[in-house]
């Protein structure tokens, strides 16, 4: 592993630091590093800056520096070109992010060293298609939201599974989400907890308004498709609650698994079921 790249979240403290931190670390080994979005100051210290079009073309690995939200829209990027990812946390929670900050030394010794394995992650596709025609397209790494706006309004949302009818949910909206984003807005709504390994889809209505709905598993080469019926509300398609897309009456979003998968680089530090109790505090106890 010869070329590194590194992406980075400029809103992050101390963050071009850092960046010059691993850069310099890296190039004293014999690395060349390239970064993504960085100001004119790297260039003069003998880093290469580039977009991420061009780091994914020639990097070999990418370090990620920021949060999950860095590490899922890198992953919308860069998951095509098969390019592992490696994320040190810079942000609060961290379930994707590899490694905190304090162990960056001892990381990177293991990653040049090729102490590590890849980890690979499913992903999602969502398509748009309005009047039977494909308006839009977008990947996923955690879910696939289909979401009123700010009237409490309820909306309607015929879905259907592998041309099976499945119900029409009146509700808040509806998660499709992968074993990745069983921990984020899924788990808020009440779906699963799913073991990244895993490769499956989670249907989770969001405050439906019915006794009887409840969460959806379902297989990994299932079709979801989900019509939106008549409604005066606003209603988005969101894409790991980064970015939107408007819907209109009678819309349809249509969601596969996608035909790649995200990798990343694990240094098998911890385990899914750790960060589970470290991250969402719970078994305290740690003498069972």
Known sequence: MNSIGIIIN??????????????????????????????PQHEQAGIITCAEDELAERAQCIIVL????????????????????FGVNLGQLGFLTEIELPDLTPALEKLISGQYEIEERMMIEATVLRNGAEISSFYALNDAVITKGAFARLIRLKTI????????????????????????????????LVA?????????????HTLYARPLVIDKESIVRVELLETQAEVMLTIDGQSGFQLVSYDEVIVR??????KFLKLNQRGFYEILREKLKEGENTDV
């Open 196 to 208: 990244p390994n895993l490769e499956l889809m989670i249907v989770t209505p969001i405050c439906p």
């Open 257 to 262: 698994q996608a035909p790649f998968k995200a």
């Open 66 to 85: 920021g949060g999950d939200g860095t590490l899922l829209s890198s992953a919308r990027t860069i998951a095509a070109r098969g390019i592992p990812l």
């Open 10 to 39: 400029l809103e992050k403290p101390n963050v071009q630091a850092i960046t010059e931190q691993i850069a310099n670390w890296l190039q004293h080994h014999g690395k060349e590093v390239l970064v993504a979005g960085v100001g």
């Open 161 to 192: 599974v592998n041309d099976e009818y499945v119900d029409v949910y009146p509700a808040d909206g509806l998660i499709v989400s992968t074993p990745t984003g069983s921990t984020a807005y899924s788990l808020s709504a009440g779906g699963p």
